[in-house]
T-cell receptor, first 114, second 110 residues
C-alpha cells in the first residue's frame, strides 16, 4: 500500500531561520501529494498539493515543496520561520486506485523559538 | 458558507453507551470520509463512502458503523463506546477539485 513517512516527529527552529520538514513516499508511480497544517485545537488547512504539473510547488504563507522522484521525497520548506508557523504538519498521499482517500503521515510538530 | 459541518463538537460518553456523529456537506460532493486523529498517529481512515447508499471500511473500522442514506450526510455510529475510542474525529468530503474538512468532534469515553 502506498504511504508516506515523515522523518521527524518534532522540529525546532528559531524565528527567522529556515524550516525543513521531511517526507518520503512509497509509490510505484507519481502519486498526488499534499501538505496540511493543523494549528493547536484547530482543523486542517491545505498548504499545497502536487499533482504532476510542476515539481516545485508553492503554497500559502511562503511554504513550498519539491517533488523528487529519484529520492521519493516531498520535503516542505520555508526560508524564514515565523512564530505563527508553530503547528503540526502532515504529509499526505492519495494512493493510486483508491477511492481518493487521503493517507496521512504521522505528523511533524514544528516549534518556533523566539 | 459552503462546507462540512460536524455535530456535536464535543461529547463525553460512558463506556458502553452509544452515539452518532453527523457530518453534513452542502457542496454536492460524492466522496465522504470519517477519520480519527490520535497523538503521534496522524489521521487514520475509519470508513468512507463513494456515493449515496454506499459505504466501505477504511484502515480502522472496528467498533464503528456508518450510513449514507442521503448524499449530503454521512453518519458515524459507535454502538458500544470504549475508552480506546477517545479521539478527535474529522469528516471530509471531496469532488474533483479538493478536499474539505469539518472542524472536528472531540470525543472522550470514560
Amino acid at each position: 500500500a502506498q504511504s508516506v513517512t515523515q522523518l521527524d516527529s518534532h522540529v525546532s527552529v528559531s524565528e527567522g531561520t529556515p524550516v525543513l520538514l521531511r517526507c518520503n513516499y512509497s509509490s510505484s508511480y507519481s502519486p498526488s501529494l499534499f501538505w496540511y497544517v493543523q494549528h493547536p485545537n484547530k482543523g486542517l488547512q491545505l498548504l499545497l498539493k502536487y499533482t504532476s504539473a510542476a515539481t516545485l510547488v508553492k503554497g500559502i504563507n511562503g511554504f513550498e515543496a519539491e517533488f523528487k522522484k529519484s529520492e521519493t521525497s516531498f520535503h516542505l520548506t520555508k526560508p524564514s520561520a515565523h512564530m505563527s508557523d508553530a503547528a503540526e504538519y502532515f504529509c499526505v498521499v492519495i494512493p493510486s486506485g483508491s477511492a481518493r482517500q487521503l493517507t496521512f503521515g504521522s505528523g511533524t510538530q514544528l516549534t518556533v523559538l523566539p | 458558507n459552503a462546507g462540512v459541518t460536524q455535530t456535536p463538537k464535543f461529547r463525553v460518553l460512558k463506556t458502553g453507551q452509544s452515539m452518532t456523529l453527523l457530518c453534513a456537506q452542502d457542496m454536492n460532493h460524492e466522496y465522504m470520509y470519517w477519520y480519527r486523529q490520535d497523538p503521534g498517529m496522524g489521521l487514520r481512515l475509519i470508513h468512507y463512502s463513494v456515493g449515496e447508499g454506499t459505504t466501505a471500511k477504511g484502515e480502522v473500522p472496528d467498533g464503528y458503523n456508518v450510513s449514507r442514506l442521503k448524499k449530503q450526510n454521512f453518519l458515524l455510529g459507535l454502538e458500544s463506546a470504549a475508552p480506546s475510542q477517545t479521539s478527535v474525529y474529522f469528516c471530509a468530503s471531496t469532488s474533483n477539485y479538493g478536499y474539505t474538512f469539518g472542524s472536528g468532534t472531540r470525543l472522550t469515553v470514560v
